[in-house]
């Protein structure tokens, strides 16, 4: 299947993530060998980070020198994102941060709980209800408690990291608080993240197509796509899969952002 020009990866890490060593430079030369009219970069924000031990922040002067002598040089518009991993005990110094910056587009994430990342394997010991329960307490936590976000991102991360099979059965059995999540990413005209990452790892789209279906029935119709790459081979890795997916559903836009206002791409 062909991936539209004017469909733009829009979960993509660069160098200015500690988990990335794709250059700025890189993605821009790749974008433009795709045909696309812009490249975005999504890079983390975490406060008290658990995988890294430490706060991760974007060395925003870096980025903006390099951002704007780039433009100079290649015919491409480089869109500034951000991908934020909420803590509730870090909500005021986030906003804080965020309305320093301008930004194209804010992504939202949960990725720890205070103690444990959701990838580590001492989480991942404890019985899988207890795990999506937990881990989907804090996805709602976020969805509600922040409203300075564009889109929900890879919205069932944590089986990313499963030690141990999950299946539909597994989500099935948090369908109350799932509904509680996309009832308020309706209600807050939020967006729903395809994730293609997870066709590599588990063998689905983030988020699994029960949620996916949950969603569409529940009347959201408003999604993103991104591969949540971390390096540069891996842009659009799964767009054909998240497409046809998409279509499968009846929903034949994506939703895409510029200086955090949304528009509607064809797929």
């Known amino acids: 299947m062909t991936i539209p020009n004017l469909l733009i990866d829009q979960h993509v890490h660069s160098s200015y993530s500690p988990d990335s060593n794709s250059t700025l430079e890189e993605l821009v030369r790749f974008a433009l060998a795709q045909g696309k009219p812009a490249v975005v970069t999504t890079d983390h924000l975490e406060y008290d980070c658990k995988y890294f031990k430490q706060d991760v922040h974007i060395d925003w002067k870096n980025y903006n020198r390099e951002a704007e002598e780039l433009s100079q040089r290649y015919a491409i518009e480089i869109r500034k994102g951000i991908e934020v991993g909420f803590r509730s005990d870090y909500k005021v110094v986030i906003n804080e941060y965020l309305a320093e910056h301008e930004f194209d587009v804010i992504l939202l994430s949960a990725h720890n709980d205070g103690r444990l990342d959701f990838s ?6 404890k019985p899988i209800q207890q795990r999506l329960r937990h881990y989907f307490t804090q996805v709602r936590e976020a969805v509600d408690k922040m409203d300075n976000y564009d889109i929900v991102a890879h919205l069932d991360y944590v089986v990313r990291y ?42 689905w789209i983030h988020p699994h197509s029960y949620i996916l279906n949950m969603y569409v029935n529940l009347g959201g119709r408003a999604v993103s796509i991104g591969s949540d790459a971390h390096q540069v081979g891996h842009i659009e890795q799964g767009f054909s899969e998240a497409i046809e997916l998409l279509q499968s559903k009846g929903i034949r836009e994506v939703v895409q952002f510029k200086r955090r206002a949304p528009y509607l791409v064809s797929i």
């Open 120 to 125: 580590e394997k001492a989480f991942h010991d």
């Open 162 to 203: 499963t030690t141990f099979p999950v299946y539909e059965e597994d989500i099935a059995a948090c369908k109350p608080i799932l509904y509680d999540i996309l009832k308020l990413i309706i209600e807050k005209q939020k967006v729903l993240e395809l994730n293609t990452t997870g066709l590599y790892r588990q063998g």
